[in-house]
């Protein structure tokens, strides 16, 4: 009688979203997959490291933000360390953030819009160490790494990770002190931060910046002009 032939072991991903619903409906596509199942979640930078230590996945799946922490962050943490292939899928618009995440250490973004139809396709090419970017995407960086003329960037474009990050935070409402103990970081220096998006935001107030923040949060995070 003819040996079985062992079966391959199943990639593991890692899906770190602070949302629960989110969480199940992506493992409940990736789990549909012979080659590739969820092997646990996360909602925030520091159970996303705990949980890298204990399951050792293949692949991470990270939302820009995260309860109480940056994706951001812990994109830049994990590649410090070394080797973790990392997807991004976020609501956000990718014109805006795919660049960002590629510079972390990231090697794929797909905004969760398009998830139930690319997320797999994108898993399988991070997993062979590829970049996985939409088509749109992907010829926008071409033509920037080229020197083509681009479309004029947004406002918010111009701002640092650190930046975006307090911008978005202010948009959804929360105040400088929150904002502090949440990054770990002063007030002097979130206020520090808030003058030049101030600066580049061309604006005069900080009640001005709270009002573009909040209109940008409403609008999808597209960026006011």
């Not at 079985?4 to 549909?32: C, E, M, W, Y």
């Not at 199942?37 to 692949?59: I, Y």
């Not at 929150?178 to 061309?202: F, G, M, P, Q, Y």
Request: hydrophobic residues 40%; glycine residues 6%; positive net charge.
């Amino acid at each position: 009688m003819a040996a079985k032939t062992p079966r391959a072991k199943k990639k593991r991903i890692l899906i770190v979203d602070d949302h629960p619903v989110v969480r199940r409906g992506f493992a409940s596509l990736i789990n549909l997959e012979p080659d590739l199942e969820v092997c646990g979640g996360a909602e925030d930078a520091q159970s996303a490291l705990e949980a890298v230590k204990t399951l050792t996945p293949d692949l991470l799946i990270v939302d820009i933000f995260l309860k109480d922490s940056s994706g951001l962050d812990l994109i830049k943490a994990l590649h410090k360390r070394g080797g973790i292939p990392i997807l991004v899928v976020s609501m956000h618009d990718e014109t805006l953030y795919a660049d960002r995440v590629l510079r972390a250490g990231a090697m794929g973004y797909v905004m969760k819009r398009e998830a139930e139809r690319t997320i797999v396709t994108a898993i399988r090419r991070v997993l062979e160490k590829k970049t996985y970017l939409s088509e749109r995407m992907a010829e926008r960086l071409v033509q920037g790494y080229s020197g083509q003329k681009l479309e004029a960037p947004t406002l918010e474009e111009a701002l640092s990770d650190r930046e975006l990050q307090i911008f978005e935070m202010l948009g959804h409402g929360h105040g400088i002190r929150k904002i502090a103990e949440e990054l770990n970081i002063s007030l002097k220096t979130v206020d520090a931060h808030r003058s030049r998006i101030k600066e580049k935001l061309n604006v005069q107030t900080s009640t001005e910046v709270l009002q573009r923040a909040v209109q940008w949060v409403q609008q999808g995070n597209r960026g006011a002009s």
